[in-house]
């Protein structure tokens, strides 16, 4: 049986039954009061773990960028390059302190005003749905509650601000598509555009605009073709400032982030690109606990009466941004090198989230909405049918030969931390396919799915009384948050922090006086391709002094103080001497050259 106009509505306005079991109209403002301050609080509370970056390319680059915007000394850092907006409104943080600690609390501290803000639009995408001023702040709150969503206050990354972003630029193209007007249409490509700039990976969005702006030429050319003119020109524009930028602090001087995605392809085969299909698509199925089918099949319904029409309208739009971005991700993880063949086995990258999070919110907002507004019975059992084909077909098949035991980044998985207890602490035997049982150590995929499943039949059972699947969300998606948040904070814990290195250089510094500059043994290798990370690591926490990259073969240590592996070959010629507690991180140690410095440290008794 194929979806129809019969079967399912035609629209978001025909996806609700008008006037049906409305609560009383105080209940949806005290709601959405109560769901703001929770966003507020569980975002506040999320982030007050984070005290370092735990990033060493994603956080530390853009740190990088922001030095650089700022206009003080920068070192280079080992990286494949980010779009550097987000970089521009954290810049400031360098002016008003050197202290890079005080830096990466104040650019988390404006992560959670933009990702508590994104209410704001997200509000108002929905009242176009038909839902009052209250229902729609409660709805966009309560969504903004989602553990895929909370968790990534804990990290300083770009994502709260695409996310921002990209729900301001549908909301200016569905007011384009309600009154076309010049200024609404380069309105519409500016913002675009500044998603763009925000991420490389919103790239996708800047394509799909461009071919609805196209569709637009049948109805207003002249709008169109002004906001297609602005498109092309945003787009260049943040193209080559991103990329110049990036050449300024990036060894290798080049923006190298679309390399791996080439790999990828070339990595690739329907089989694999299956696994990653279904294991991403049953994340974002239990991370929305459901919303984001329901979502999804109100806008197909919405979209294909629009294509019928011969037009691509609102709908259109909304459906080419997710379907693009889904496509994306699901190619970017889809290679036999990211799910069998990486001796680092992740089980995230078979259930990756963290790229596409930001675009399917579009779907689980909108989901929401139709449920709150009064949707017809047919949108849910659709909605279950197909929810049930993904976790069923999940659980069957992926799950089995997923390495569920593998090492998982909370951040890029955010939506299925809140049952991270229930992975296993030990590898599975080699070769071994573990149906997913309620007790066994693959539980973790049958929990979740189970839990939303329950979330799905509480919607089909009270679809007549909105505000008790909307309480039932709420609860569900901050209890989520609160249970994911300890998995985040070990995370923050193991990585990021180079704080023997900086006790063992305060305890130099309090023995010998300041040391204004800290060289770096760039030739050395650590093992584990650690090099690169201590290197980035040790640029952000070491300012406001300097750290200065070596190359021994070629040039001389200008410091006789040095960061270099655990082993360094040169130590002996060169009659190094390493500090006494500066190891146990990045396999490398800080290590003192002869002369004055290292006589008093010997003295002083903190040397190997």
């Known amino acids: ?213 196209v569709a637009l030429l049948w109805r207003r050319w002249r709008v169109a073709v002004v906001a297609l003119i602005v498109l092309a020109a945003a787009t260049l524009l943040v193209y080559q400032v991103s990329h110049a930028l990036n050449a300024a602090v990036i060894e290798g001087g080049e923006f190298a982030q679309g390399e791996g995605f080439m790999d990828n392809l070339r990595d690739t085969r329907p089989g694999l690109i299956l696994r990653a299909l279904f294991g991403q698509a049953w994340y974002q199925v239990v991370s929305s606990f459901g919303l984001v089918v329901v979502g999804g099949v109100a806008v197909v319904a919405w979209c294909w009466r629009e294509v019928r029409e011969r037009r691509l309208g609102r709908a259109c739009l909304v459906f080419g941004v997710v379907v693009g971005m889904f496509l994306l991700s699901v190619l970017a993880w889809s290679s036999w090198w990211n799910l069998y063949a990486n001796p680092w086995r992740r089980l995230d990258a078979w259930v990756y989230g963290r790229y596409v999070d930001p675009f399917t919110l579009l779907l689980v907002v909108i989901g929401l909405a139709v449920i709150v507004r009064g949707v017809r019975r047919v949108v849910l059992w659709w909605s279950a049918a197909i929810s049930t084909v993904v976790l069923g077909f999940t659980l069957l098949w992926v799950a089995p030969q997923a390495p569920t035991w593998g090492y998982v980044t909370p951040a890029h998985i955010p939506g299925v931390m809140p049952w991270a207890g229930l992975l296993p602490s030990e590898e599975f035997a080699e070769g071994t396919r573990l149906l997913p049982s309620l007790v066994n150590e693959n539980r973790f995929w049958l929990i979740a799915s189970l839990c939303a499943w329950a979330v799905v039949i509480v919607t089909l059972l009270f679809r007549s009384r909105p505000v008790v699947p909307a309480v039932v969300l709420l609860v569900a998606f901050a209890a989520g948050t609160i249970a994911a948040d300890p998995a985040s904070d070990s995370f923050h814990e193991n990585n990021g922090n180079a704080q023997n290195a900086l006790r063992a250089l305060d305890t130099v510094e309090e023995l010998t006086g300041p040391v204004p500059e800290v060289d ?69 140690k800080l290590w003192v050259l002869p002369g004055e410095r290292q006589d008093e440290l010997e003295k002083a008794g903190v040397l190997e």
């Open 520 to 588: 770096f043994d760039r030739e050395c290798r650590a093992p584990e391709n650690r090099s690169p990370v201590a290197q980035n690591y040790m640029m952000f926490w070491l300012s406001p002094r300097a750290l200065d990259l070596v190359y021994p073969s070629t040039d001389e240590f200008d410091s006789d103080v040095v960061f270099a592996c655990d082993d360094w070959p040169l130590a002996a010629e060169l009659g190094a001497r390493a500090i006494e507690g500066s190891d146990g991180q990045y396999f490398s």
């Open 1 to 213: 049986m194929t979806v129809t106009a019969e079967l399912v509505p035609t629209n978001l306005e025909d996806a609700a039954v008008v006037g049906r079991s409305r609560a009383r109209r105080r209940v949806w403002p005290a709601l959405a009061v109560v769901a703001v301050v929770t966003a507020a609080v569980l975002h506040i509370l999320v982030a007050r773990s984070a005290v370092t970056p735990a990033f060493p390319y994603d956080e530390i680059t853009i740190f990088a960028l922001a030095k650089y915007v700022a206009g003080e000394p920068v070192t280079l850092v080992a990286s494949g390059g980010y779009f550097p907006l987000w970089a521009f409104l954290i810049a400031p943080l360098w002016w008003i302190s050197s202290d890079p600690a005080t830096v990466y609390a104040g650019a988390t501290a404006i992560g959670v005003v933009l990702a508590v803000a994104t209410i704001w639009p997200l509000s108002l995408l929905v009242r176009r749905v038909g839902l009052s001023r209250a229902q729609s702040v409660a709805v966009a709150a309560i969504v903004m509650c989602m553990p895929a969503r909370t968790l990534q206050a804990d990290y300083a990354m770009s994502e709260k601000l695409l996310v921002f972003l990209l729900v301001w630029a549908v909301v200016a193209g569905f007011a384009l598509w309600e009154r076309p007007t010049v200024m609404r249409g380069a309105v519409f490509s500016v913002v675009i555009g500044l998603s763009y700039f925000s991420h490389a990976r919103a790239l996708p969005i800047v394509i799909v605009a461009a071919i609805w702006l």
